[in-house]
C-alpha cells in the first residue's frame, strides 16, 4: 500500500504528491513505532527521489529540444531564402559558404533557377532529398513540435518543482512529529 499516492496527476501523468497534513492520519502515535517512522520517511525519501530523477531527466530533454531549435530555425530560413531566389528571375548563381562541421566551411555556387530539392539531415546519420515546399513543410512541423516539447518540459519542471518542496515538507514534518513523540516518550 503506497500511503503517499494521491488519484491526481498532471496531464502528462506525473503524480501529485500528497500533502502529509497530520502525520497522526498516517501514523498512530499510541501504536506506532520507531521502525514505523523509519518505513514512513524511507518512503518520503524514496517518493522524493523519484521526482528528482524525473526532474533530471525532464531538464535533459528541455535542454536537448532548445538546442534543437536555433538549427532547425536556420535551416528553415535558408530554405525558405533558396525558395524566394527560386521564385526570381535573376540568373545569377548564389554564392555562399556553408558549413561541413563546427570548424570547417567551404564555397559553394548554387544554381538556383534549376534549384527544385534540397538535402535535410534527419538525424542517425540519415539524409534525405525533399522538394522545396516540402522540406519547409517539415521543418516548420519539426519547429513547431521542438517549441512545444519545450513548453511541456517547463510546465513539467515547474510541477516537479512544487512535488519536490511538497515532499521535503513532508519528511520534515514526519521527522519533526517524530521527535516530539520520542520526547514524550523518555523517562522523565
Do not use: H
Request: aromatic residues 6%.
Amino acid at each position: 500500500m503506497d500511503r503517499l499516492k494521491t488519484e491526481q496527476s498532471n496531464p502528462r501523468g506525473i503524480p501529485q504528491a500528497k500533502f502529509i497534513d497530520r502525520v497522526e492520519s498516517l501514523l498512530n502515535p499510541s501504536t506506532c513505532t520507531n521502525e514505523d517512522v523509519d518505513q514512513l520517511l524511507k518512503e518520503c525519501q524514496t517518493r522524493l527521489q523519484q521526482y528528482k530523477f524525473m526532474e533530471e531527466n525532464k531538464r535533459l530533454a528541455l535542454n536537448g529540444n532548445k538546442s534543437k531549435i536555433p538549427n532547425i530555425t536556420k535551416t528553415l530560413e535558408m530554405v525558405q531564402y533558396l525558395k524566394e531566389r527560386t521564385e526570381e528571375d535573376d540568373d545569377e548563381p548564389l554564392q555562399t559558404n556553408y558549413e561541413l562541421n563546427e570548424t570547417l566551411y567551404s564555397k559553394s555556387e548554387i544554381d538556383v533557377q534549376n534549384l527544385d530539392n534540397v538535402y535535410l539531415w534527419l538525424g542517425a546519420d540519415v539524409m534525405m532529398e525533399y522538394p522545396l515546399d516540402e522540406a519547409i513543410e517539415l521543418l516548420t512541423t519539426r519547429l513547431a513540435v521542438a517549441k512545444e516539447a519545450v513548453k511541456i518540459a517547463e510546465e513539467d519542471l515547474e510541477f516537479l518543482r512544487e512535488q519536490i518542496t511538497t515532499m521535503e515538507v513532508n519528511t520534515a514534518r514526519v521527522y519533526n512529529w517524530d521527535i516530539t513523540r520520542r520526547k514524550g516518550l523518555a523517562p522523565k
